[in-house]
């Protein structure tokens, strides 16, 4: 046990690399943490100076990592998932305080997030555990909720209907006026254009949308796009965009208050209604009857009632 002690980094700064790692940003790793930047900067630091090596090379605007920091990043994402899923467990089978909702990061972050705040002046006596991932939960887990993309039918879980996809192009505003081509879907082509990155989509029940598909969905071949470029988080994907990187292809409910405030803009009228991509409520039979469970579906069949309904 002594020498275990000794092989193993100090676990915290671990925990800031493998965040820092996934999102390939020190902010994201920050904001996720709740921490500053400057304090991801330290940890990442101590950790460096555990090892005698250099773990990222540091840009202006991201972070990569090293050989030396993507082998470590391997391992610790593998076994920090791990001790996750053992921990998720023990926490259902020992608290009977709180419901545990699964979703993906992008719909925590930018659906889920900016609405917590109303379920919980709302509903003040629903404790909920959270819980992001990049995938569907697996039923052999024995999850209590979750929000799913698409729906594989089990006996043991019931699921409610939310609602369906629609994906179109973003970008700031500014963008636009700067490439006023990009109104039209062959000026589309002229600019960068902003994936997310089918080598990390999860969703296994359905295949990526990228823009080579999304194009197809018009009758237009992608190989004429000038240039593009991938990523492999959502939130990342919106982050470059909202820097000028280029035009994004975005699903409208991780997007829809950036379009209300105006910080983003569509700049062609075509839009993917994606009507067999449906997502869904998912939650254990023998615990649906539950006040709480009962209280966390109605809330968000209604918050994705105008999901449900056609846009204009």
């Not at 254009?193 to 194009?215: G, I, T």
Request: glycine letters at 4%; a negative charge; proline letters at 4%.
């Amino acid at each position: 046990m002594s020498n275990l002690r000794q092989l193993l980094p100090p676990l915290n700064a671990l925990r800031t690399f493998e965040a820092a790692a996934r999102h390939g940003s020190f902010k994201m790793a920050a904001e996720e943490l709740c921490v500053t930047q400057a304090a991801i900067s330290r940890q990442i630091q101590t950790l460096e100076d555990f090892y005698g090596l250099k773990l990222f090379l540091r840009g202006n605007r991201k972070v990569e990592l090293t050989r030396d920091g993507h082998a470590l990043y391997l391992a610790a994402s593998s076994a920090l998932q791990h001790i996750a899923t053992a921990s998720r467990e023990l926490l259902r089978r020992n608290s009977l305080d709180y419901l545990a909702l699964i979703t993906t990061t992008a719909f925590a972050q930018l659906w889920l997030m900016p609405r917590l705040k109303q379920l919980r002046a709302q509903h003040p006596e629903l404790q909920l555990h959270l819980i992001s991932t990049e995938g569907n939960p697996d039923y052999q887990e024995n999850f209590s909720a979750a929000v799913t993309l698409g729906l594989e039918e089990h006996p043991h879980y019931l699921a409610e209907y939310l609602f369906s996809e629609e994906i179109f192009p973003v970008c700031t505003p500014a963008f636009l006026e700067q490439h006023p081509q990009i109104k039209t879907l062959e000026g589309l082509m002229s600019v960068t254009l902003l994936n997310l990155s089918a080598s990390h989509w999860k969703a296994r029940l359905w295949v990526p949308v990228d823009w080579a598909f999304w194009f197809r969905q018009f009758g237009l071949d992608a190989s004429r796009c000038r240039e593009t470029m991938d990523f492999s988080h959502f939130s990342m994907l919106l982050d470059a965009v909202q820097e000028e990187v280029g035009v994004g292809l975005a699903w409208r409910h991780l997007v829809q208050p950036q379009l209300d405030s105006g910080k983003l803009v569509r700049p062609t009228s075509e839009t993917f209604l994606a009507d067999d991509r449906k997502h869904y409520f998912v939650c254990r039979r023998d615990l649906a009857g539950s006040p709480e469970m009962r209280i966390l579906r109605d809330w968000l069949v209604e918050q994705t009632q105008e999901l449900r309904e056609q846009p204009l």
